[in-house]
């Protein structure tokens, strides 16, 4: 006996297709949770790089570019970031703090740190960065809580030790000039530091 099952195919067919949008909405729901997480940890990595290099917490110095939380269809996006300071060498357990390790090293000549220590240990920079995103299309999905995105990335401050810095304009030159000067000895090096010039004896 034939039967003709063309019309239950059709219903079936038809049953599938809501199912089907509701699953690629919700695809999409995800995917765009997904790129708020990704774009966030890229802001927050720019913006902890951009506040190290200028080595400023000042909101304007600290904030990357913006431009991936613009522009995408239906999706609503707003982001903050701050940045601040702290101490490189926070946690450390095993080592010692780098200019601890530094004096242990001169030790037999501690006078030879005394214009180049600096007045505070290594910084780095720390972004905290937060998005918060919303879709305003379809209504079901406009209706979902906002998803937060949360990334925090730490970078070192950019600091060049140059001898052009007052701090380090001397540096320990004078220090080594000074023990080379109690003898003869400073004949042996002429121009051998960096701001030597002409022997200071």
Known sequence: MRTNRRGSVTIEML????????????????????????????????????????????MFRCRFNDEAFDGRAAVDQTETVRCNRRDAET?????????DEVEDGAAPWDE???????SQSPRD???????????????????????????????????LWAHDEDQLAEGHDVVIWEELCLEATYQLFPNVFP???RPRC
Do not use: C
């Not at 699953?23 to 506040?51: C, D, H, K, P, W």
């Not at 030879?112 to 600096?118: A, E, F, G, M, S």
């Not at 919303?134 to 401050?157: C, G, H, I, K, M």
């Open 125 to 159: 920079m720390v972004a905290r960065a937060n998005s918060v995103m919303t879709l305003t299309s379809p209504a079901f999905l406009a209706q979902q809580n906002p998803r937060e995105a949360d990334q925090v990335y730490l970078a070192p401050e950019d600091v």
């Open 91 to 99: 946690g450390l357990s095993r080592e010692q703090p780098m200019w």
């Open 15 to 58: 049953m599938i297709i809501p199912i089907a949008i509701i699953m690629i909405l919700l695809g999409r729901f995800i995917l765009e949770a997904s790129l708020n997480r990704q774009e966030v940890s890229v802001y927050a990595r720019g913006s902890a790089i951009t506040a190290g290099l200028a080595r400023s917490t000042n």
């Open 112 to 118: 030879i740190l005394r214009d180049v220590k600096p």
């Open 195 to 197: 701001n030597a010039g």
